[in-house]
C-alpha cells in the first residue's frame, strides 16, 4: 500500500484481509487508532541499595546508600525499557509525572510525554501515591518502575482499578505484578496496544525492611494489584521454602560442603538453601545476604560488590545460589551484590546452583535480570544445579 492511501482504504484493505483469514489485524488496527494513554511512574531511588549490601532504600537507608557510593538503577531500566517502545510510540500517548519520576527518561528515550502533576525536588512514597491517584483516573495502563515498596505506594493510590505493571528495578520484587525484566515489560505494553490482555489479581507482597536487615524474613500480603496476565512475560509471586524441604537441604548441604575445594573463594548468595550450607560448615552466614567463604572459613559477612570484588580480585572463585521459590530467579533480585562485574569475573562455569528437587519442580526454568542485557544472554543455556547428597542436574537458564 501506497503512502496515498486514505484512512478508509487502509481500514477496507484489513477488514478485507481479516475476512480472508490472511491476518488478524483489524481489531489491531481499530485498537490502535484509538491512541490509548500509557502512564509511566519512576521510583529514582528504587534499587540504589542492592550493590552496596543493603536490603533496600525504604526510610534513612536510601541517604546510607548515598554515602556508600550507591548509583541510580531505576532510571537506566526505564530508558531500557522505553527504548523497546520507540518504534510503535506514535501508536500511544505516554504520560509522565514531572522530572525524575518519568519525564527525563521518556526524553531521554526519545518520546514527547504528556506531563501531568507536580513532583517535590526530593521525592518520598507519598509522589508515588500522588501519581497513582492522578494517573489512574486518565491512562489505560499504568507502568511503574520500582520494586516492591513502590508496588505498595502504587496500591495506597490507585484511585481507578486499572491495569498495572511493574518494570523491575529495586532490590527485591516479590510480588507478581512485575514483568521478567524490562524488555517483557515493554513486549507486554506492545501487546496491550495491539490486541489487549486479560486482567488477572496479583498479591502485592512486601517485606519488613528493618527485620530483614536482621536476618529476619518477614513478609506480608498488602493486597491486590489488577495486571495484564501473560505468564511467559510476568513473573509469579515469591513462594516462601516450605518446611519439609528442610531434610532436602541438609542432604544437599553435606554433599556440598564435602566437596569443596580448599583453594576456593566461595560467594554464598542469600537463602534458606544457602544458609543451610553455611550451617554445615559451622560458620555465621547471613540468611539475606551474600558471604564469601575461603577454606570453609568466614572471610567475608554481608559484602557488599566492592568487598565481593575484593575478595576474589585474582583469585579461583565460584559463586552459589539458589533460586527464588516460585519465581526461579537466580540473579537480579535479592542479591544485587553479585553484579555483573562481579558474574563476569568468575566466570559462567564457575556458577553453582543448589536447590532441592522440590522448588525446581514448581519451575519451568532459571531466569537472570543483572541489569546487563548482554550478560544476561550469555547467562543463557544450561547451569548445573547440586540437588540432594550425590545428586546433581543440569537446569536452563532462560
Given at each position: 500500500?501506497?503512502?496515498?492511501?486514505?484512512?478508509?482504504?487502509?481500514?477496507?484493505?484489513?477488514?478485507?484481509?481479516?475476512?480472508?483469514?490472511?491476518?488478524?489485524?483489524?481489531?489491531?488496527?481499530?485498537?490502535l487508532?484509538?491512541?490509548?494513554?500509557?502512564?509511566?511512574?519512576?521510583?529514582?531511588?528504587?534499587?540504589?541499595?542492592?550493590?552496596?549490601?543493603?536490603?533496600?532504600?525504604?526510610?534513612d537507608?536510601?541517604?546510607?546508600?548515598?554515602?556508600?557510593?550507591?548509583k541510580?538503577?531505576?532510571?537506566?531500566r526505564?530508558?531500557?525499557?522505553?527504548?523497546?517502545?520507540?518504534?510503535?510510540?506514535?501508536s500511544?500517548?505516554?504520560?509522565?509525572?514531572?522530572a525524575?519520576?518519568?519525564?527525563?527518561?521518556?526524553?531521554?528515550?526519545?518520546?514527547?510525554?504528556?506531563?501531568?502533576?507536580?513532583?517535590?525536588?526530593e521525592?518520598?512514597s507519598?509522589?508515588?501515591?500522588?501519581?497513582?491517584?492522578?494517573?489512574?483516573?486518565?491512562?489505560?495502563?499504568?507502568?511503574f518502575?520500582?520494586g516492591?515498596?513502590?508496588?505498595?505506594?502504587?496500591?495506597?493510590?490507585?484511585?481507578k482499578?486499572?491495569?498495572?505493571?511493574?518494570?523491575?528495578?529495586?532490590?527485591?520484587?516479590?510480588?507478581?505484578?512485575?514483568?521478567?525484566n524490562p524488555?517483557?515489560?515493554?513486549?507486554?505494553?506492545?501487546?496491550?496496544?495491539?490486541?489487549?490482555?486479560?486482567?488477572?489479581?496479583?498479591?502485592?507482597?512486601?517485606?519488613?525492611?528493618?527485620?530483614?536487615?536482621?536476618?529476619?524474613?518477614?513478609?506480608?500480603?498488602?493486597?491486590y494489584?489488577?495486571?495484564?496476565?501473560?505468564?511467559?512475560?510476568?513473573?509469579?509471586?515469591?513462594?516462601?521454602?516450605?518446611?519439609?524441604?528442610?531434610?532436602?537441604?541438609l542432604s544437599?548441604?553435606?554433599?556440598?560442603?564435602?566437596?569443596?575445594?580448599?583453594?576456593?573463594?566461595?560467594?554464598?548468595?542469600p537463602?534458606?538453601?544457602t544458609?543451610?550450607?553455611?550451617?554445615?560448615?559451622?560458620?555465621?552466614?547471613?540468611?539475606?545476604g551474600?558471604?564469601?567463604?575461603?577454606?570453609?572459613?568466614?572471610?567475608?559477612?554481608?559484602?557488599?560488590?566492592?568487598?565481593l570484588?575484593?575478595?576474589?580480585?585474582?583469585k579461583?572463585?565460584?559463586?552459589?545460589?539458589?533460586?527464588?521459590?516460585?519465581q526461579?530467579?537466580?540473579?537480579?533480585?535479592?542479591n544485587?551484590q553479585?553484579?555483573?562485574?562481579?558474574?563476569?569475573?568468575?566466570?559462567?562455569?564457575?556458577?553453582?546452583v543448589?536447590?532441592?528437587n522440590?522448588?525446581?519442580?514448581?519451575l519451568?526454568?532459571?531466569?537472570?535480570?543483572?541489569?546487563?542485557?548482554?550478560?544476561?544472554?550469555?547467562?543463557?543455556?544450561?547451569?548445573?544445579?547440586?540437588?540432594?547428597?550425590?545428586?546433581?542436574?543440569r537446569?536452563?537458564v532462560?
Open positions: 500500500m501506497g503512502e496515498n492511501v486514505d484512512d478508509e482504504g487502509v481500514k477496507e484493505a484489513l477488514k478485507t484481509l481479516h475476512a480472508l483469514g490472511v491476518i488478524q489485524g483489524y481489531e489491531e488496527y481499530e485498537r487508532k484509538e491512541k490509548l494513554k500509557i502512564g509511566l511512574i519512576v521510583n529514582p531511588i528504587a534499587g540504589m541499595g542492592g550493590r552496596v549490601g543493603l536490603k533496600g532504600t525504604d526510610g537507608a536510601y541517604r546510607k546508600a548515598i554515602e556508600l557510593g550507591a541510580p538503577i531505576s532510571p537506566t526505564t530508558v531500557e525499557m522505553l527504548s523497546y517502545l520507540r518504534p510503535v510510540r506514535k500511544f500517548v505516554l504520560v509522565t509525572y514531572p525524575e519520576m518519568g519525564e527525563n527518561e521518556a526524553k531521554q528515550a526519545g518520546f514527547e510525554p504528556e506531563v501531568v502533576g507536580r513532583a517535590e525536588p521525592t518520598t507519598e509522589d508515588t501515591v500522588k501519581a497513582a491517584s492522578l494517573m489512574s483516573r486518565i491512562v489505560d495502563l499504568l507502568v518502575v520500582g516492591d515498596g513502590t508496588a505498595r505506594d502504587i496500591l495506597r493510590g490507585l484511585s482499578p486499572i491495569p498495572v505493571i511493574g518494570v523491575p528495578a529495586g532490590v527485591k520484587m516479590y510480588s507478581g505484578v512485575f514483568a521478567l524488555r517483557t515489560g515493554a513486549e507486554l505494553i506492545k501487546k496491550f496496544l495491539r490486541m489487549g490482555l486479560p486482567i488477572t489479581m496479583v498479591e502485592v507482597l512486601d517485606i519488613d525492611e528493618e527485620e530483614f536487615r536482621r536476618g529476619k524474613f518477614v513478609v506480608r500480603i498488602f493486597g494489584l489488577p495486571t495484564l496476565y501473560d505468564p511467559a512475560l510476568t513473573q509469579p509471586g515469591k513462594i516462601v521454602t516450605r518446611h519439609d524441604e528442610l531434610r532436602d537441604q544437599l548441604a553435606k554433599y556440598f560442603v564435602e566437596r569443596m575445594d580448599d583453594d576456593t573463594f566461595y560467594i554464598l548468595g537463602g534458606t538453601t544458609f543451610v550450607i553455611g550451617k554445615m560448615l559451622g560458620i555465621d552466614k547471613t540468611l539475606l551474600v558471604d564469601v567463604v575461603h577454606g570453609k572459613q568466614l572471610i567475608a559477612k554481608d559484602a557488599d560488590e566492592n568487598q570484588l575484593s575478595a576474589i580480585n585474582g579461583k572463585a565460584a559463586i552459589v545460589v539458589t533460586p527464588i521459590g516460585g526461579g530467579f537466580i540473579f537480579g533480585r535479592g544485587q553479585i553484579s555483573p562485574e562481579v558474574i563476569r569475573k568468575v566466570g559462567k562455569e564457575n556458577i553453582i543448589v536447590s532441592t522440590g522448588k525446581l519442580r514448581r519451568s526454568c532459571l531466569r537472570v535480570d543483572t541489569g546487563d542485557p548482554e550478560l544476561d544472554k550469555e547467562l543463557t543455556g544450561e547451569v548445573r544445579v547440586v540437588t540432594g547428597y550425590g545428586e546433581e542436574r537446569m536452563r532462560g
